[in-house]
């Protein structure tokens, strides 16, 4: 009757001294402070999705990315066909389809003033911009489209071209060609070879075995992103801003840049032999339109802000089980070490204090940048954390090891991802040396302890 409370006692005060058992609550205990991590995730990834919807009501109101295409030049044709009446007799008319020419020389010049729309703690990148656009077009080859000279209309000829979003223009655009002016007018019938196109009417029938020389200018304002077609024979761009961040993007790199504080400057310079579109074509007037077409002629610059604090408050968010690891075994081994006991339920506060960080650094770096914010919320958790163990161990000096290795932990984790580039290279270093320093520390440990 005696040797039950006994047994009773020797199990529970072997429950008590245990490591195994210790380090199997520790590891339940990782599995359970996942789940508030990927609660923090989403507040991340909805944080990041509010301010996307910030910039885009912006960019709505103020005006969109902007992509500049065009002139492309268009005569109308006469066209002798022949066709099947409803009595099946075959039958003639005449129709009337259109002739494209894209340009032989198109120059582009832009000036870029920008400046930064605040909505809330969102920022959101605009700029005024005026953009000079001149060249020729050469002389169709009609032998080559098996077209008349005598077919041609030219007195009907147009001009076209377009931007993404007309709310951005300032000013009418008006078009000079052949000494010529005429105000551009948004087309809305089914010719058009834009979704957004502008065009302006010549006679060009004093012209027929010339080239015809085109300009114009169009004032006009966007956001975020400033874009061209490559649809010259032969295209040059250059473009100047005051940002002093850019990011060239699209299929072609400039082939000069500078980049400076005040600023930045680049030219392109490219040939029509790798454009996806021929110099010439008749009757197809979704060409310029498609998709994959559009996306290997496009070119130019974006003007993102240059921190995305939620993109690497994200990105050190997925490093939290590893710092919840190490801390948790670094405590472990203080307290095996040390032979000083942690309740469990002291584990939990400080994994819990682990992940307000990632709210803290969120919340921070919001309102005064991530790098800023990495510092205030690493030295807060730091300190609480170092503060805690010196009161549970009733040592000084333990306490501040203790901190000074969690310290190590966090500038790991930033140093990580600031050098993206090697962010594998040195996080397995690091790990090799945490894992070597642990199998040296675990040496002290009595695994058969009960």
């Given at each position: 009757?005696?040797?039950?409370?006994?047994?009773?006692?020797g199990f529970m005060d072997w429950l008590k001294e245990s490591v195994t058992v210790k380090l199997f609550f520790i590891g339940a205990l990782i599995l359970v402070l996942?789940?508030?991590?990927?609660?923090?995730?989403?507040?991340?990834?909805?944080?990041?999705?509010?301010?996307?919807?910030?910039?885009?009501?912006?960019?709505?109101?103020?005006?969109?990315?902007?992509?500049?295409?065009?002139?492309?030049?268009?005569?109308?044709?006469?066209?002798?066909?022949?066709?099947?009446?409803?009595?099946?007799?075959?039958?003639?008319?005449?129709?009337?389809?259109?002739?494209?020419?894209?340009?032989?020389?198109?120059?582009?010049?832009?000036?870029?003033?920008?400046?930064?729309?605040?909505?809330?703690?969102?920022?959101?990148?605009?700029?005024?911009?005026?953009?000079?656009?001149?060249?020729?077009?050469?002389?169709?080859?009609?032998?080559?489209?098996?077209?008349s000279p005598d077919q041609l209309i030219l007195s009907k000829s147009k001009i076209t071209f377009s931007i993404s979003d007309l709310k951005g223009l300032k000013t009418?655009?008006?078009?000079?060609?052949?000494?010529?002016?005429?105000?551009?007018?948004?087309?809305?019938?089914?010719?058009?070879?834009?979704?957004?196109?502008?065009?302006?009417?010549?006679?060009?029938?004093?012209?027929?075995?010339?080239?015809?020389?085109?300009?114009?200018?169009?004032?006009?304002?966007?956001?975020?992103?400033?874009?061209?077609?490559?649809?010259?024979?032969?295209?040059?761009?250059?473009?100047?801003?005051?940002?002093?961040?850019?990011?060239?993007?699209?299929?072609?790199?400039?082939?000069?840049?500078?980049?400076?504080?005040?600023?930045?400057?680049?030219?392109?310079?490219?040939?029509?032999?790798?454009?996806?579109?021929?110099?010439?074509?008749?009757?197809?007037?979704?060409?310029?339109?498609?998709?994959?077409?559009?996306?290997?002629?496009?070119?130019?610059?974006?003007?993102?802000?240059?921190?995305?604090?939620?993109?690497?408050?994200?990105?050190?968010?997925?490093?939290?089980?590893?710092?919840?690891?190490?801390?948790?075994?670094?405590?472990?081994?203080?307290?095996?070490?040390?032979?000083?006991?942690?309740?469990?339920?002291?584990?939990?506060?400080?994994?819990?204090?682990?992940?307000?960080?990632?709210?803290?650094?969120?919340?921070?770096?919001?309102?005064?940048?991530?790098?800023?914010?990495?510092?205030?919320?690493?030295?807060?958790?730091?300190?609480?954390?170092?503060?805690?163990?010196?009161?549970?161990?009733?040592?000084?000096?333990?306490?501040?090891?203790?901190?000074?290795?969690?310290?190590?932990?966090?500038?790991?984790?930033?140093?990580?991802?600031?050098?993206?580039?090697?962010?594998?290279?040195?996080?397995?270093?690091?790990?090799?040396?945490?894992?070597?320093?642990?199998?040296?520390?675990?040496?002290?440990?009595?695994?058969?302890?009960?």
């Amino acid at each position: 009757m005696l040797e039950q409370p006994e047994q009773k006692n020797g199990f529970m005060d072997w429950l008590k001294e245990s490591v195994t058992v210790k380090l199997f609550f520790i590891g339940a205990l990782i599995l359970v402070l996942l789940i508030p991590s990927s609660l923090v995730e989403n507040l991340i990834n909805e944080r990041a999705t509010r301010q996307e919807e910030m910039m885009k009501d912006v960019s709505d109101k103020w005006s969109g990315s902007q992509l500049i295409a065009g002139p492309v030049l268009i005569i109308p044709y006469q066209k002798h066909v022949k066709y099947l009446d409803n009595e099946q007799k075959e039958k003639e008319k005449d129709v009337v389809e259109n002739l494209y020419v894209l340009p032989d020389d198109l120059h582009i010049k832009a000036e870029l003033k920008t400046e930064i729309l605040h909505r809330g703690i969102f920022d959101v990148v605009v700029y005024n911009t005026l953009v000079k656009v001149s060249g020729n077009f050469a002389k169709a080859d009609l032998n080559a489209l098996s077209i008349s000279p005598d077919q041609l209309i030219l007195s009907k000829s147009k001009i076209t071209f377009s931007i993404s979003d007309l709310k951005g223009l300032k000013t009418n655009p008006v078009v000079t060609t052949m000494g010529k002016s005429s105000t551009a007018e948004p087309s809305f019938n089914g010719d058009t070879l834009f979704n957004n196109g502008l065009q302006a009417g010549f006679d060009l029938s004093a012209s027929k075995d010339s080239e015809v020389s085109f300009n114009y200018s169009l004032d006009l304002k966007g956001s975020q992103e400033l874009s061209f077609l490559h649809l010259g024979k032969t295209t040059n761009v250059e473009v100047n801003g005051n940002w002093s961040s850019p990011s060239f993007d699209g299929r072609y790199l400039p082939e000069t840049r500078k980049i400076d504080d005040k600023g930045f400057s680049a030219k392109w310079h490219m040939l029509y032999y790798n454009r996806p579109y021929p110099q010439q074509w008749t009757g197809d007037n979704s060409m310029l339109n498609n998709r994959k077409k559009q996306q290997d002629a496009t070119f130019g610059i974006k003007l993102r802000l240059p921190v995305d604090q939620y993109q690497k408050t994200m990105r050190t968010s997925k490093y939290s089980l590893l710092i919840i690891i190490l801390t948790f075994i670094s405590l472990f081994l203080t307290e095996v070490i040390r032979k000083q006991k942690v309740h469990a339920f002291n584990y939990l506060l400080i994994g819990a204090a682990m992940i307000i960080y990632y709210s803290l650094l969120l919340s921070f770096s919001e309102q005064i940048g991530f790098n800023l914010a990495y510092l205030v919320a690493s030295a807060a958790t730091v300190s609480l954390i170092t503060i805690f163990i010196g009161s549970l161990l009733k040592n000084k000096g333990a306490a501040l090891l203790f901190g000074f290795i969690l310290s190590v932990f966090y500038i790991f984790i930033y140093v990580i991802i600031q050098l993206e580039d090697f962010a594998l290279m040195i996080g397995s270093i690091a790990l090799f040396i945490i894992v070597a320093l642990l199998m040296y520390f675990s040496r002290k440990i009595n695994w058969d302890k009960h």
